[in-house]
């Protein structure tokens, strides 16, 4: 597919508060290919870093980000964005997800890692059938620009265990309860908007923030093209969960390709959200 004529400019770009442009992104992890492989890295790398700083997210959330990626991709958007990133293994190594937060805007209070387990307290604990740990990693912000605090947390549900990612979920779904600030969960998720996951975290007041969004921009794309041609209608697995009190001005599934490459075999996913005060 040819790349159109506007894939180097955002799709959202930048807000002015009070509005909050949420992003989630699987970084896609690497592996063994050619170099011009649509999926190596090294080709995909600063497509990555051009599409995060024309968007200009005030909180990223990234998945399957080994540590090479994180460290590329640090160096490449500079020091606007803090990145709170955390592998999923006892201490705190290998696969990662993770926020880079806008420190124009944010101020960290908290960080937290918990495990997607019977025992969230213990890094690197698996549940539920899982091959590997999976795990969510979080932040509590100060906005400076509102004097609101949130929650923002990044996570990857299992990609083989429906059970796992259905008891992951409630267990997210407690986690912004107790917290009890507003708060955005963005994944990959692994399964369709509308599948048990999303369900059980809409219960706890948890919802996607594409069913309540004043406006959708662009094309309602599936988040999964994998390299190839993005398919209107397609299944969401990526997705921007929002805590009830949010107003959702606008979404939208960026297929984008910087430079005439595609990021990642995941679309980005963008929400731009406010709090009612």
Not at 218 to 245: M, N
């Amino acid at each position: 597919m040819p790349a159109a004529p506007d894939d180097d400019r955002p799709i959202i770009g930048g807000v002015v508060a009070p509005e909050v442009h949420c992003t989630t992104l699987n970084l896609r992890r690497p592996v063994p290919r050619p170099a011009g492989h649509p999926d190596a890295w090294e080709r995909r790398r600063d497509a990555v870093a051009a599409l995060v700083t024309s968007e200009e997210p005030t909180v990223l959330a990234v998945q399957e980000a080994l540590p090479t990626q994180t460290a590329d991709l640090t160096a490449a958007v500079g020091s606007r964005w803090e990145p709170v990133v955390v592998g999923r293994g006892a201490r705190g190594g290998g696969e990662a997800v993770g926020l880079f937060l806008d420190r124009e805007r944010l101020d960290v209070v908290e960080r937290r890692t918990w495990a997607l387990s019977r025992t969230p307290s213990r890094p690197g604990s698996r549940s539920w059938a899982t091959a590997f740990p999976r795990h969510a990693v979080g932040a509590v912000v100060h906005d400076r620009a509102t004097g609101r605090e949130f929650t923002a947390i990044a996570t990857h549900l299992d990609v083989a265990s429906p059970w796992a990612r259905l008891r992951g979920a409630q267990l997210l779904g407690r986690i912004v309860r107790e917290r009890g600030l507003p708060a955005v969960v963005m994944a990959d998720w692994n399964c369709p908007a509308g599948s048990a996951p999303w369900r059980a975290l809409a219960e706890a007041g948890v919802v996607d923030s594409w069913d309540r969004a004043s406006r959708q921009v662009g094309e309602p794309y599936g988040t999964y093209p994998h390299y190839g041609r993005p398919r209107v209608g397609g299944r969401r697995i990526d997705g921007v969960l929002v805590t009830t009190d949010a107003v959702v001005d606008r979404v939208a599934v960026s297929v984008r390709r910087p430079g005439g490459v595609w990021p990642s075999d995941h679309a980005a996913v963008h929400a731009v959200v406010r709090w009612a005060s």
